[in-house]
């Protein structure tokens, strides 16, 4: 069986020292070692920014694509191979920026993927604009005398949309936070871990410090109930998504997978494609 | 030409008119609006035909209205045909022969391209409905679960795009199929396919453009997109059928094409191939074959360690390098959009850039693709007409006239420009003493790609037409008359 080294490479990440992501990755590979996956059964697809990096640094297939659309490359690649573990990743601006549209539409569709948001309310790699999950007033390269947009609450949109998982982390609590990646791997549908991941480097704002002060974790509630969606969404709306745990999970959900008519187990990328001609003839007599 | 009587009707000189009262006609049969059946059935009877052929359409049709609405469209039919043979209007020069005892099918090219996309083992489908695309996702939707395929309705067509390649890399042969507005919102995307070597396929119904311009109209004015679209530079390849029989093999060819040199594949269909139906041949399965490229069978890389680095973009005489579906064991590799080694990793390094760079060039470099360019007609032609899609019939139809005439005519169709076939052209058009470059744009795509790749002619001009509607014969033929 695959243990944690097997899933990382000798791949330096090019990360300042003290970014969240670092965190974020190690997660990833504890979880993947503990669901007991092993790396050529795991595709990590990635979109562009300082956290779309992360699918070079973890052994297994990876594919860093264009930036915002890391869903939907992560959706083709699973109905090419129902089988493999599909993980998509990367950051806030990539996913509920540029990439929204997208977002949005995989938690309708409910494909039985993973999404890491690693959420650092900044554009990290392009040094320092404001992101669509940067607070109002926050004063960014772009935002020099203060945001003057609000914020996206990502659990808030994600509940909104009707997604079947929703999970949030801190790279601050990692055991909490390979629990959820765990959890979200495991659950049939669409699965969103957002993580609140500082940027060391351009938000001196939302410091690891400023986030313990401000998180709210719901492991600490006992009475929680994460099945209940009203409940979760009256929870994001009072943290103003500032809480991290488990905060919905459909038990109930079916995969878009599991929907598709004639739609086989066998994984479409090793069947035979070639068409039965008989099929061939009956389906030209449709148009004779 | 028959035309109602009711606003009457003038025609050119050679032109010989047959008024008939057809909405009188209609009325008097039940309503005005059966007036289509009236001249149904003028027609008839000037092509010979004899009315009962109609009957079955009409029962099939209409008996879901009752037997009432089945006679008045009968009888509408019927005093047309009268109506017509009493002007004198059956003329035999227009009567129809018996149709050969061959099997033959109906359908617009739309079809084709659906039937082709499912004979060569597409399974993955994602797109957005466009006008004039969207059967082509509308046939797959109906015919997948047959075989096991999916068609997503995306967001958009970037997510469109970028979903088939993700199936693409995944192992599927995927595709999608748009216009001109979604062809302008892929761009990106084609890029990373070329620079990832993922092999996806993108079918282009043209329409006339630009912005949403005229959405249900006929226009060939993407040909520039599809070559140079993409910022950067990839190794592309695209293909234009000319006919529906085409539109079918045409998608075979395409997915074998880009597996075989792991590129992005466009196919440009334009409106009237894309949806017109016509009688086609019947269709064959093995005028599709299966061919897909370069992939390492899993039994050879079943032992390495789990360490192990495929080397996705290995180096190669062809620039060609071995895949691999996620999935595999010992397959392990990275793929980016961003400059790469051999195994996938990141490197923008001066030297490994120019390494990559021209591996990938190397791919298409010197290639023609064989059957680019067709010609028929004359030899040492007084004209040599260049045309590109559906233009294909009324060119014909227009040299066709010209020999009649008297005149040397040589019909030169494209049916792929990237890699730009420059010997086939140069080939095609060397003997002519004039070549006239016909296409539905303003600007003359086709005829500037020829002078941009190199294809030389001392005497080249154009016939333009970009009011949303296809050639007809005749304005070819005027054209081309008029330049000898
Ligand atoms: C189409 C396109 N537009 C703009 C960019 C430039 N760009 C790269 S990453 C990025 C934002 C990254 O922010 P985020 O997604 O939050 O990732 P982070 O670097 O913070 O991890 C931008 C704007 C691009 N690569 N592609
Ligand atoms: S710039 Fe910020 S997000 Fe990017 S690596 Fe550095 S700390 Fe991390
Ligand atoms: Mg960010």
Not at chain 1, 26 to 30: D, E, F, G, L
Not at chain 1, 59 to 71: E, I, S
Not at chain 2, 313 to 318: D, G, K, N, Q, W
Not at chain 2, 410 to 414: L, Q, T, W
């Given at each position: 069986?695959?243990?944690?080294?097997?899933?990382?490479n000798d791949v330096r990440?090019?990360?300042?020292?003290?970014c969240?992501?670092?965190?974020v990755q190690?997660?990833?590979?504890?979880a993947?070692?503990a669901?007991g996956?092993?790396?050529h059964?795991?595709a990590?697809v990635s979109?562009?920014?300082?956290?779309?990096r992360?699918?070079?640094?973890i052994?297994?297939?990876?594919?860093?694509?264009?930036?915002?659309?890391?869903?939907s490359t992560?959706?083709?690649?699973k109905l090419?191979n129902?089988?493999?573990t599909?993980i998509?990743?990367?950051?806030?601006g990539?996913?509920?920026g540029?990439?929204?549209?997208?977002?949005m539409?995989?938690?309708?569709?409910?494909?039985?993927?993973?999404?890491?948001?690693?959420?650092n309310?900044i554009y990290?790699?392009?040094?320092?604009?404001?992101s669509?999950?940067?607070a109002?007033?926050?004063?960014a390269?772009?935002?020099?005398?203060g945001?003057?947009e609000?914020a996206?609450v990502?659990?808030?949109?994600?509940l909104?949309a009707g997604?079947t998982f929703?999970?949030q982390g801190f790279?601050?609590?990692?055991?909490?936070?390979?629990?959820?990646?765990q959890e979200?791997i495991?659950?049939?549908?669409?699965?969103?871990?957002?993580v609140f991941?500082?940027?060391?480097?351009y938000?001196?704002?939302?410091?690891?410090?400023?986030?313990k002060e401000?998180?709210?974790?719901?492991?600490?509630?006992?009475?929680y109930d994460?099945?209940?969606?009203?409940?979760a969404?009256?929870?994001?709306?009072?943290t103003h998504?500032l809480?991290t745990?488990?905060?919905?999970?459909?038990?109930?959900s079916?995969?878009?997978e599991?929907?598709i008519?004639?739609?086989r187990?066998e994984?479409?990328?090793f069947?035979?494609i070639?068409m039965?001609?008989?099929l061939f003839e009956k389906?030209l007599r449709?148009?004779? | 030409?028959i035309?109602?009587?009711?606003?009457?009707p003038?025609?050119?000189?050679?032109v010989?008119l047959?008024p008939?009262p057809?909405?009188?006609i209609?009325?008097?049969c039940?309503s005005a609006?059966?007036k289509?059946?009236?001249?149904?059935g003028?027609?008839a009877c000037?092509?010979?035909?004899?009315?009962?052929i109609?009957?079955e359409v009409v029962?099939?049709r209409?008996s879901?209205k009752?037997?009432?609405?089945v006679?008045q469209?009968?009888?509408?039919i019927?005093?047309g045909?009268?109506?017509m043979r009493?002007?004198?209007?059956?003329?035999?020069?227009?009567?129809l022969?018996p149709a050969e005892p061959?099997?033959?099918?109906f359908?617009m090219?739309n079809?084709a391209?659906?039937l082709?996309?499912l004979?060569?083992g597409?399974?993955?489908?994602?797109?957005?409905?466009i006008?004039p695309?969207?059967d082509?996702m509308?046939s797959l939707?109906?015919?997948?679960p047959e075989?096991?395929?999916?068609?997503?309705?995306t967001?958009d067509?970037i997510?469109?795009?970028?979903m088939?390649?993700?199936a693409a890399?995944?192992g599927?042969r995927?595709?999608?199929?748009?216009?001109?507005p979604?062809l302008s919102?892929m761009m990106?995307a084609?890029?990373l396919?070329?620079?990832?070597?993922?092999?996806?396929?993108?079918?282009?119904?043209?329409?006339g453009?630009?912005?949403t311009?005229?959405?249900?109209?006929?226009e060939q004015s993407?040909l520039?997109?599809?070559l140079?679209?993409?910022?950067g530079?990839?190794?592309k390849?695209v293909?234009?059928?000319a006919?529906?029989?085409?539109?079918?093999?045409?998608?075979?060819?395409?997915?074998n094409?880009?597996?075989?040199?792991?590129?992005?594949?466009?196919v440009?269909?334009?409106?009237?191939?894309?949806?017109?139906?016509?009688?086609t041949?019947?269709?064959r399965?093995?005028d599709i074959?299966?061919?897909r490229?370069?992939?390492?069978?899993?039994?050879e890389?079943?032992?390495l360690?789990?360490h192990?680095e495929?080397?996705r973009?290995?180096?190669?005489?062809?620039g060609i390098?071995?895949?691999?579906?996620?999935?595999v064991k010992?397959g392990?590799?990275h793929v980016t959009g961003v400059e790469?080694?051999?195994?996938?990793?990141p490197?923008?390094?001066?030297a490994?850039?120019?390494?990559m760079?021209?591996k990938?060039?190397?791919?298409?470099?010197?290639?023609?693709l064989?059957?680019?360019?067709v010609?028929t007609g004359?030899?040492q032609?007084d004209?040599?007409?260049?045309?590109?899609?559906?233009?294909?019939?009324p060119?014909a139809?227009?040299?066709?006239?010209?020999?009649?005439?008297?005149?040397?005519a040589?019909?030169?169709?494209?049916h792929?420009?990237l890699p730009?076939?420059?010997?086939?052209?140069q080939?095609?058009i060397a003997?002519a003493?004039?070549v006239v470059v016909?296409?539905n744009?303003?600007t003359g795509?086709?005829r500037?790609?020829?002078?941009?790749?190199?294809?030389?002619?001392?005497?080249?001009?154009?016939?333009l037409?970009f009011?949303?509607?296809?050639f007809?014969p005749v304005e070819?033929y005027?054209h081309?008359?008029g330049?000898?």
């Open positions: 069986m695959a243990t944690v080294k097997d899933f990382r990440p090019n990360w300042c020292p003290g969240g992501d670092f965190s190690a997660s990833i590979q504890r993947l070692a669901l996956k092993e790396p059964e795991v990590i979109g562009i920014g300082c956290s779309g992360i699918s070079g640094y052994n297994a297939y990876g594919f860093h694509g264009v930036h915002g659309r890391a869903l992560a959706q083709g690649l090419a129902r089988n493999l599909v998509a990743a990367g950051g806030d990539d996913g509920f540029i990439g929204l549209n997208h977002f539409h995989a938690v309708r569709r409910n494909m039985d993927i993973t999404y890491i948001v690693m959420d309310q990290g790699l392009t040094k320092g604009q404001h669509p999950t940067s109002h007033g926050f004063k390269k772009t935002t020099p005398s945001n003057i609000n996206i990502p659990a808030q949109v994600a909104a997604i929703l999970a790279s601050s609590d990692v055991n909490q936070l390979v629990r959820l990646i979200a495991q659950h049939r549908g669409f699965a969103l871990v957002n991941s500082p940027c060391v480097t938000n001196k704002i939302n410091t690891y410090d400023w986030y401000h998180i709210r974790n719901l492991d600490e509630i006992p009475d994460p099945t209940d969606r009203a409940a969404m009256k929870m994001v709306v009072e998504g809480c745990g488990l905060i919905y999970k459909d038990e109930h079916v995969p878009y599991d929907q008519p004639g739609y187990e994984p479409i990328a069947s035979d070639h039965d001609p008989a389906t449709a148009y004779a | 030409m035309a109602d009587a009711k606003f009457n003038t025609a050119p000189e050679h010989r047959f008939v057809l909405t009188q209609a009325e008097a039940g609006i059966m289509n059946m009236v001249s149904l003028a027609s000037v092509l010979g035909l004899p009315v009962d109609f009957t029962v099939e209409f879901r009752g037997q009432k609405v006679e469209n009968m009888q509408a019927e005093r045909y009268a109506y009493d002007l004198g209007g059956a003329l035999p020069e227009f009567a022969k061959r099997r033959h099918l359908m090219g079809d391209i659906a082709g996309a004979a060569a597409a399974r993955v489908m994602p797109a957005y409905p006008t695309a969207s082509i509308e939707i109906r015919r997948f075989v096991g395929g999916v068609v997503v309705q967001e067509e997510a469109a795009l970028t088939a390649i993700g890399y995944g599927a995927a595709f999608t199929a748009t216009s001109g979604g919102l990106e084609i890029g396919a070329g620079m990832t070597e993922t092999p996806v396929v993108i079918v282009d119904t043209q329409r453009g630009p912005s311009g005229l959405p249900t109209k006929q993407d520039l997109a599809a140079f679209g993409n910022h530079e990839i190794p390849i293909l234009n059928p006919t529906t029989e085409e539109c079918f093999t045409v998608m075979g060819k395409a997915f094409l880009a597996e075989y040199y792991q590129c992005p594949v466009i440009m269909t334009d409106l009237a191939l894309s949806l017109s139906k016509q009688t041949d019947w269709l399965l093995e074959e299966i061919d490229g370069l992939v390492v069978a899993p039994e890389l079943a032992d360690p789990v192990h495929f080397k973009y290995a180096i190669t005489e062809s390098s071995p895949r691999v579906f996620p999935g010992g392990l590799h790469h080694m051999e195994t996938g990793r490197n923008e390094t001066p490994n850039r120019a390494k760079m021209e990938r060039m190397r791919k298409l470099r010197g290639v023609e064989p059957g680019s360019v010609r004359d030899a032609p004209v040599a007409i260049v045309g590109i899609g559906s233009s294909i019939g060119i139809e227009a040299a066709a006239r010209l020999r009649q005439q008297g005149y040397r040589a019909h030169v169709h494209v792929a420009l730009f076939p420059v010997r086939q052209l080939e095609a003997d003493k004039q016909v296409e744009n303003a795509q086709l500037h790609l020829m002078s941009f790749f190199g294809v030389e002619h001392p005497r080249v001009s154009s016939l037409k009011d949303g509607t296809p007809l070819i005027n081309c008359k330049m000898m």
